[in-house]
């Protein structure tokens, strides 16, 4: 059983298109997070969920709009898709806000062309 | 505003424990040490925390100094299967993991 799973894992699409990734956990976990990964490797945390709840929304476009529609569940919508946001996007999940270690998915690796 | 310092890459032999260190000199009282590593192409995997005694798990053990501004994750035999990204992060509880840009640990056959 997958502990954070994403789809797609990956995702070629074209500039100006709207898309979505998906995340769920299993882990019974109520802290949920995204993360991206560029080109040069390092990790950003984009938004975190607590129960539903929007407690971390870093320095991140407005054409990307998190969506938890429960606690075992964050997707990521992404409008007007630009060049630049080709990346690899994680899902984790975590219990009590991460004092115990998060759990990652695989990630989706996002194209833009 | 880096919390930890590590060196860009080490290497060690298979078989032979892999030492890699952190400094963390501007560490809080309430800040803990966490480690996690990113095999290529895979996401990040959690592998150990403290705050100031040892800690050791199946996977590693970690040893930071009496004076909490610097740690070692010791992974006692490597494998190939160790050759990854490791992540010294330092965070309070309840708060956001930041990551760095992490050792790059080569284990050679």
């Known amino acids: 059983d997958t502990a954070v799973s994403q789809t797609p894992k990956y995702l070629v699409t074209q500039m100006g298109n709207d898309k979505s990734i998906k995340c769920e956990q299993n882990?019974?976990?109520?802290?949920m997070y995204w993360y991206k990964q560029d080109s040069k490797k390092f990790l950003k945390i984009m938004f975190s969920?607590?129960?539903?709840?929007?407690?971390i929304n870093e320095t991140v476009p407005n054409r990307f709009s998190p969506k938890s529609p429960d606690k075992a569940h964050l997707n990521l919508h992404i409008n007007s898709l630009e060049l630049g946001d080709s990346a690899v996007y994680f899902c984790?999940?975590?219990?009590?806000?991460?004092?115990?270690?998060?759990?990652f998915g695989s990630g989706t690796r996002l194209t833009v062309v | 505003d880096a919390k930890t310092t590590q060196p860009p890459s080490m290497d060690c032999a298979e078989g032979r424990a892999a030492n890699l260190p952190c400094n963390h000199s501007?560490?809080?009282?309430?800040?803990?040490v966490y480690w996690y590593r990113q095999i290529h192409s895979q996401g990040p995997q959690y592998i150990i925390h403290?705050?100031?005694n040892n800690e050791t798990n199946e996977m590693a053990s970690l040893i930071i100094t009496e004076d909490r501004k610097s740690s070692t994750l010791i992974l006692p035999h490597a494998t190939l299967r160790d050759t990854a990204v490791y992540y010294c992060?330092?965070?309070?509880?309840?708060?956001?993991?930041?990551f760095g840009k992490g050792i790059t640990l080569s284990v050679r056959p």
């Open positions: 984790a999940s975590s219990q009590e806000r991460g004092n115990y270690g998060y759990t």
């Open positions: 882990l019974g976990h109520d802290t």
């Open positions: 969920y607590n129960n539903k709840e929007l407690i």
């Open positions: 501007t560490i809080s009282g309430n800040e803990y």
């Open positions: 403290g705050l100031k």
């Open positions: 992060i330092v965070t309070g509880a309840n708060s956001k993991l930041t």
